[in-house]
């Protein structure tokens, strides 16, 4: 299986103070990097997090972004195909969720995620 990472899950993959830093490690242990894909909507949250969570200065976060997917992430997901937002999507919290998870099932994918509000079929909570 392949697996677009959701913006929390590549933040918990690099910062080791991340709440889930651990659990997503102890999952991942067991998958290959070529498993793990990113897109711009994951690349632009880790950096966003990165700056605003953990006071990365841009320069840092896009560099520490890049050298994580240089590393772990092997995929990059590049085609984005417009939004078809699932009927699931209640409010502006889930657009995001909903898109990312458009394009892992696109993709024949899953997304890897933390967050345990994602009702969606191609959304996987990492362990």
Partial sequence: ????????ALVAMHHANHPFHKRFHAWASGLA???????????????????????????????TLEAVKRASVTGYIDALPPPKLARWVASHKHTTDAYLCQLAA?????????????????????P
């Fill in 1 to 8: 299986m392949k697996y677009i990472l959701d913006v929390n």
């Fill in 33 to 63: 990097a070529w498993q793990f894909f990113s897109c711009a909507i994951s690349d632009l949250g880790f950096i966003r997090i990165s700056m605003a969570g953990y006071n990365y200065r841009l320069e840092t976060a896009r560099g």
């Fill in 106 to 126: 696109t993709n024949g994918m899953k997304l890897a995620t933390f967050d345990t509000s994602i009702k969606d079929t191609a959304a996987f909570l990492i």
